[in-house]
Antibody
């Protein structure tokens, strides 16, 4: 069973950069795409962006100017950086592995709560 | 951007009853529609992909149907563990999710 383990700083001040990482266990990294998805408190899910095993990326247009996603295939790990955070970026952040056809999310990390507060 | 609208926002039912959740898209598309279940404090879990295919390990009481712009998730006979929030999701230019339907115990 594929497992995703994520980690990163949980408390940030406005204007700082959010950095999260996600490691893949018991499964292949090659051949799949990997996404970051977030969920503000009490709200629904928002896709942030994705990276393929070859390194190509796509981002939510509303966040594109602030998002970087990178991957280290040798470590089976991928990372999210979100710059210039504000209180609106407070959310639970999830990493996820795409389904075989790339259109859905078959496996999810446990979630990391990120709070932005001065 | 494809906007997904789920209805109802909240559905109150009793164990053993049948649940029907709707997801309507702002434009028609192929069958790339997925459903997820989320319980408090947990990550979402994939239930249905490609509109009607159950994900691995998902009980047969969960079924998905629909095409074009109207999709449905049906739970044939509710178990106590089925009370949760359900989201639909589609991938077009970029992935979008519906706002969710909360399935609560009546």
């Amino acid at each position: 069973q594929v497992q995703l383990q994520q980690w990163g700083a949980g408390l940030l001040k406005p204007s700082e950069t959010l950095s999260l990482s996600c490691a893949v266990y018991s499964g292949s990294f090659i051949g799949y795409s990997w996404s970051w998805i977030r969920q503000p408190p009490g709200k629904g899910l928002e896709w942030i962006g994705e990276i393929s095993h070859s390194g190509s990326t796509k981002f939510n247009p509303s966040l594109k100017s602030r998002v970087t996603i990178s991957a280290d295939t040798s470590k089976k790990r991928f990372s999210l950086n979100l710059s210039s955070v504000t209180a609106a970026d407070t959310a639970v952040y999830y990493c996820a592995r795409h389904c075989n056809d790339g259109a859905c999310y078959a496996f999810w990390g446990q979630g990391t709560t990120v709070t932005v507060s001065s | 951007e494809v906007v997904l609208t789920q209805s109802p926002d909240t559905l109150s039912l009793s164990p053993g009853e049948r649940a029907t959740l709707s997801c309507r898209a702002s434009e028609s598309f192929s069958s790339y529609l997925a459903w997820y279940q989320q319980k408090p404090g947990q990550a979402p879990r994939l239930l249905i992909y490609d509109a009607s295919n159950r994900a691995t390990g998902i009980p047969a009481r969960f079924s998905g149907s629909g095409s074009g712009s109207d999709f449905t998730l049906t739970i044939s006979s509710l178990e106590p563990e089925d009370f949760a929030v359900y989201y639909c999701q589609h991938r077009s230019d970029w992935p979008t999710f519906g706002q969710g339907t909360r399935l609560e115990i009546k």
